[in-house]
Structure formats: C-alpha cells, structure tokens
C-alpha cells in the first residue's frame, strides 16, 4: 500500500464556501436571512455573493489580499463570509467596539487592501485612517448602507478616501456566472481574525480552509443541529466568524436572523415570531436574557451554545428555569470555535437542578474532531491528577487550529509544541469523570501568601448572591500576603436596599476559605466588557493597582 499516494481525485481541497452552491440547490426557495423587513432565499444569496466576488475581482482583489469589513451582523456581514473568499482573499471582521488607534494599528498590520463600511461606522473609519502613518498606503473603501441608521446624522459623515462604491453597486454590477476561485491548497488562509485582547493587545489569528471546514462540520455535529433550524444571530460574527455558524447555516441549509445589536426585549420578540431554534452568546448575552423585563417561559425550547467565560452555576440554573436549552462549550479564537462541550448524559436529568446546573458549568470533554484535551502541570510539563482539585494549563490537539499568529512567528512557535500541543493559556481541573473544567487564565491566577487562587472560584460565589449581576476579581497588591483578592461588582436593577462593601465580603467568608474570600470590593454600574462579553480583566487589574496595597 505503500504506493498508494495522495493525488489530485483523492485530495479536494476542503472548504466551507461549498456549502453555498449547495444550499442553493437544495434549498433555493427557503429563507436564508431575514433582516428586519428584508428576506433572501438561498437562491439570491448564492447569487448575490457570486456578483460582489465578481465584482472584487473586477477590481484587482484576488489571493492572498486581505479584506476588512466592519458591520454588526447584517446580511452584507454574512455575505461576506463567502464572497470575499471567492476571490481568494482572506476575510478579516473588525470587532465593532474597538477604538479607533487600534482599528489603525490592526488595519495597517493586516495590510487590508479594501474595507466595507456600515454607515454607523464611518466616523469610526475615518478617524482610525487620519491615524496611518504617511508612507502606508490607505485601502479602498465601500460604504454598506443601511436604512435602520440612515436617520442618524452621524451616520451619514463621508469618509475622505479611495471609495470605489457602494456595496449594492458592487452586486448590481458583477456576474452572477462568476466561477469562484477554489483554494489552490486546503491549507490557504481564509480569515484573519484578531483576538478580543482580555489579556493584551490583539494578535492576528491566521485560519486555512481545511480548519474552517473542519471547526463547522464538528460544531454542527455536536451542538446537534438539524436540516433547516433557525438561528438568531446574538453572537457577534466577528467574533471566531460567530463561532464557524456563518458558514455553518448554509451546510444545514438554515435561516439567519440577523439584528444590529443585542437587545432582551427584541431577542424575546424575534423567537417568538420567528420560531427560532437555536442562538449563541458568552454567559452575559445568558445573564442579560434572564434580566430582561419581558421574561415568561418559552413556548418550545431554544437552545442556546455558551462560550467565551466560565458560566457560573446559577446563570445556567436562571436560563434554563426560563425554557432555553444551554449547551457550555470551551473555544479560542485559535480554534475557530467550540473545541470541548460539556457533552450531557442522560442520567444527569434525574439530579437536582442546583446539581445539573454545577455539572452543566464544567467546560466537558473534546469534540470530535479533536484528538485530544489535557491538563498539564506549568512546571513539569506532566498531566496533573484527575481529582478536580490540581490546577495547570489545558494543552489541546485540535483538528481546526490556526495556521499561526500573523507576522508572529516567535509567538506562534511558542504557543504550539513539535509534539503537536496547542499551550491555552488557560488554567484548569481534570474531573475524576474526564471532564475538563476552566478555573482561570494563567494571568489571572492571585497568589496569596503562596497558595494559588482561581479568580473563577470567587466569582462563582458572588454570583450566588442575589444582589450581585456581575462579577470579576483581580489581584491587587498588599505588602504582607503579596496580593489579595479585590472584587469589582455590579448590582441587579431595582434594588430596595443595596450591600455594603462589608456584607458582600462577610457573604464570601461563609462559603468560601477565609484566604479566598475578597478583601476589597469595588461597586460599579457596569463592567467594562469585549465586544464578545468578556469582562476586560485587564483594565480591572490597572484599576487595582493604582489602587495600591490596602
């Protein structure tokens, strides 16, 4: 057999931006996006992708260019997703709520040739392009326009640039017999997303075709999703490419309800007249929707895929009182999506909710398409003991890894070992059951007088109090113990009375160690928070130690 080799029949490149041409001809009369009085049916969004990959053609776009777009989750922004690897090139989403010195810094890093612009974002634009140093050649621009913001008069600010037209033009214009370019190599680049930055400045994560294809099939497959489901897009599609259901919803033949931002209230009404099935969202999309003033039980159970953050037990026990089906996944921007999912038995259903709703907070076991999940000890590089106890890094082989870090090879180096390890960066427990549990970043780890302390843990139990909406705990200095424990907490809505500093601290100490228990907590009206929900520790831990020791 050894003759036996790989050539051109055997070895198709794989990539999702088949799933398109075949969602048309399966399902062309079905609904593929509704976008508030806006439908398309697989058939014109087929087509409509074919035309705009013509048409940047036409305009010397074409393999190994990056293409930038900045857009809520609107039909251009899923669109995208295919029309823009059509041509070859490499699609880069520009995360909404960042600043624009770092859309400068990003732009200019990816060398993106060519950006899409929803109107609501053009002030944005601008300023991070008056921000490019001379030399740097400036990319061409399209302006998506949208009537939900064209009443906004500070929307409508032209961008002093290269435009070479409006999005619709560029479909008007193009062929809808454009034939696609097909990777040369299933190991080309298809998207260049850059991480949300909860720990440092964002890096440029390279994913290829293969893993693009790999991440969707495995995600649909262990989510379980069915032929023709409707899906709520709550997720960010900047976010991991919504976490691989961009290309996802064209391979079951689906329908995308896509909204400009998240809101309880309409998220609520959008289920409700569109029979969803299915959404996605970090543990605060979880936390916003049990929140919500609208709140009576669901008519059919939604299921709902979380990610992102550790989700504390009793957001799980809330939203799934309320009728949602919560799934817990584990996944990097690396990945390209949920890697490891807390995979339910079924005799779970018999334990107590307050039970189910523990077990259904651990991150689970490999999907899959993934080889392999470990927990490895930071010093000796040894798989620590299966108790649930030991604390040390998650190392994964995963099918759908990045390519590497852009123009970062030191990083990229560091992050992947010859033996075929992912390093996470993540620090977390082995279950006696095999069940991987997320106790911290390794940033994040407070060490108190020598003991190791998972930030997690401590925030788990102030989410037990029921004054408390949002939790996060970072170190800050003291000169005895090193570092202690300091919390930064917002309060639910519509209080009678409010906690002090004190009784939320004494609330710890009588479920917590003494030395775990918070020594400081901080009162704010809202978490600063990514554009995916992650609560940006980092900027919690500038604030702690300009505090100083206490």
């Known amino acids: 057999m050894e003759d036996l080799k790989p050539r051109p029949a055997n070895s198709s490149p794989l990539t999702p931006i088949g799933f398109l041409e075949r969602a048309a001809t399966i399902y062309g009369d079905s609904p593929s996006i509704i976008y508030a009085h806006t439908t398309y049916t697989w058939s014109h969004t087929h087509r409509r992708c074919l035309q705009l990959a013509s048409s940047l053609s036409s305009i010397g776009i074409q393999r190994g260019h990056v293409v930038s777009v900045i857009s809520p989750n609107t039909p251009p922004m899923y669109e995208l997703h295919f029309a823009v690897p059509m041509t070859g090139a490499i699609l880069n989403t520009i995360n909404t709520r960042l600043d624009a010195r770092t859309i400068s810094i990003l732009l200019c890093h990816s ?25 740097v050649n400036r990319p061409m621009l399209v302006l998506i326009a949208d009537d939900a913001v064209a009443e906004e008069s500070s929307s409508s600010v032209l961008i002093e640039g290269n435009f070479v037209g409006s999005y619709e033009e560029m479909i008007r214009k193009g062929d809808s017999d454009f034939r696609w370019i097909r990777p040369a ?145 584990y996944g990097l921007t690396e990945t390209g999506g949920t890697v490891v999912c807390c995979s339910w038995k079924a005799e779970w259903d018999q334990l107590p909710a307050v039970e189910r709703a523990r077990l259904k907070s651990r991150q689970g076991v490999r999907t899959v398409a993934t080889p392999a999940v470990d927990v490895v000890d930071l010093e000796t590089g040894e798989s620590v003991a299966r108790d649930g106890l030991s604390m040390g890094e998650v190392v994964l082989k995963v ?12 990083a990229t180096a560091k992050s992947m070992t010859e033996e075929g390890w992912f390093f996470t960066g993540d620090v977390g427990v082995m279950h006696p059951d095999g069940y991987l549990e997320i106790k911290d970043r ?25 004054t408390v909406n949002e939790a996060a705990v970072v170190a800050r200095p003291h000169e005895f113990w090193g570092e202690t424990p300091c919390a930064f907490v917002s309060l639910r809505e519509g209080l009678t009375e409010q906690p002090t500093e004190e009784e939320i601290i004494e609330y710890c100490k009588g479920k917590l160690p003494r030395f775990m228990a918070p020594k400081t907590v901080v009162f704010m009206t809202e978490l600063p928070k990514t554009s995916t929900g992650k609560i940006q520790k980092y900027l919690l831990k500038e604030m702690a130690m300009s505090m100083g020791p206490p």
């Open 111 to 135: 060398e993106s040739k060519l950006i899409f612009v929803d109107q609501a974002f053009c002030n944005l634009i601008h300023n991070a392009l008056d921000l490019f140093p001379p030399e």
């Open 185 to 329: 190599s299933e190991w080309d680049p298809i998207s260049l997303n850059y991480t949300s930055g909860t720990t440092s400045s964002p890096k440029g994560v390279v994913h290829c075709h293969r893993g693009s294809f790999i991440i969707t099939m495995d995600m649909l497959l262990e989510w379980g999703v069915p032929k023709q489901s409707v899906y709520l897009w709550t997720l960010p599609m900047f976010h991991a490419n919504g976490w691989s259901f961009s290309w996802g919803m064209a391979a079951v033949g689906g329908t995308n309800i896509c909204i400009r931002k998240f809101d309880a209230t309409l998220v609520y009404s959008l289920i409700r007249r569109h029979h969803v099935t299915h959404l996605c969202g970090a543990p605060v999309v979880l936390n916003m929707l049990t929140n919500s003033p609208d709140i009576r039980p669901l008519d059919w159970p939604v299921k709902i895929l979380t990610a992102g953050a550790p989700v504390p037990a009793t957001i799980l026990f809330r939203i799934e009182s309320l009728g949602f089906e919560v799934t817990h996944g």
């Open 399 to 410: 099918g759908s890894l990045m390519l590497g870090y852009f123009k970062d090879l030191e």
């Open 442 to 466: 390794s940033k994040d780890v407070i060490i108190s007088g020598g003991e190791n302390l998972s930030s997690v843990e401590v925030e788990s139990i102030l989410y037990t109090n029921p």
